[in-house]
Nanobody, 127 residues
Framework: QVQLVESGGGLVQAGGSLRLSCAAS????????MAWFRQAPGKEREFVAAIGSRSIGWSGVSYADSVIGRFTISRDNAKNMVYLEMNSLKTEDTAVYYCAANGAWPFLNIPAKYDYWGQGTQVTVSS
């Protein structure tokens, strides 16, 4: 079992920045794929970014096209933390952001391939 708790959401103006954090606990963290997804009202949950780990054979990062160049995912295995740095935010980035754990390569963008989810944190970008 993995427990995930997100934090860092809030209200920000377009063009601003936010940093989301995800605290993980419950099992070995360093050898699982972690990701961020988001879900806007009336829309399906969509992939934002994923990060691997050297111990599982894929240590890279992957981003949705819509956030490339603006968002950065990172992890600190010593602290069991995953982060999402979001810059140049747009109104269309408004959504509930979810941390997800134990994804399956190469299905990084498929929510059903992740075993654990946090409760989500709201990000609202105003114009």
């Amino acid at each position: 079992q993995v427990q995930l708790v997100e934090s860092g959401g809030g209200l920000v103006q377009a063009g601003g920045s936010l940093r989301l954090s995800c605290a993980a606990s419950g099992r070995t963290f360093s050898n699982i794929i972690m990701a961020w997804f988001r879900q806007a009202p009336g829309k399906e949950r969509e992939f934002v970014a994923a990060i691997g780990s050297r111990s599982i054979g894929w240590s890279g990062v992957s981003y949705a096209d819509s956030v490339i160049g603006r968002f950065t995912i990172s992890r600190d295995n010593a602290k069991n933390m995953v982060y999402l740095e979001m810059n140049s935010l747009k109104t269309e980035d408004t959504a509930v952001y979810y941390c997800a754990a134990n994804g399956a390569w190469p299905f990084l963008n498929i929510p059903a391939k992740y075993d654990y989810w946090g409760q989500g944190t709201q990000v609202t970008v105003s114009s």
